[in-house]
C-alpha cells in the first residue's frame, strides 16, 4: 500500500522560507509523478506545483511561482517543496499526492494522497 506522508509545516513569518517533505513508502517514489497542493479554511484544494518521475519537467501555479520550487529525490523516496518569499496568503494545510500515470493541475489526476501539514504565515 502507498503511503505519503508530509512533513516540516510550522508557524513563519511572512518573509520567511520553509521546505516541505514527502516520505513515501510502499513502492519506489521513481514510479510517481508528484505534485502538491494546498487548501486554506473555506477554500478549494489548489495546486501549487508538480513534477515528472524523472525531475526534469517542473510546473507550477501563478500564485507561487518565482517563489516556490518542487524537487525530488528518488533515491531516498522523498518529495520536497522549498517555499521562500513566504506571503500571509500562503497559509493553508499542504498536501503531497502522487500517481503512477497522471499528471497535471487537476486533483482528480492523483490517486494518493497525504494527510497534510499546516503551514502558517503572520504578517
Known amino acids: 500500500q502507498v503511503q505519503l506522508v508530509e512533513s516540516g509545516g510550522r508557524l513563519v513569518q511572512a518573509g520567511d522560507s520553509l521546505r516541505l517533505s514527502c516520505a513515501v513508502s510502499g513502492r519506489m517514489l521513481s514510479s510517481f509523478a508528484m505534485g502538491w497542493f494546498r487548501q486554506a479554511p473555506g477554500k478549494e484544494r489548489e495546486f501549487v506545483a508538480g513534477i515528472s518521475w524523472s525531475g526534469i519537467s517542473t510546473y507550477y501555479g501563478d500564485p507561487v511561482k518565482g517563489r516556490f520550487t518542487i524537487s525530488r529525490d528518488n533515491a531516498k523516496n522523498t518529495g520536497f517543496l522549498q517555499m521562500t518569499s513566504l506571503k500571509a496568503e500562503d497559509t493553508a494545510v499542504y498536501y503531497c499526492?502522487?500517481?503512477?500515470?497522471?499528471?497535471?493541475?487537476?486533483?482528480?489526476?492523483?490517486?494518493?494522497w497525504g494527510q497534510g501539514t499546516q503551514v502558517t504565515v503572520s504578517s
Open positions: 499526492a502522487a500517481d503512477q500515470t497522471g499528471r497535471g493541475t487537476a486533483t482528480a489526476v492523483y490517486s494518493y
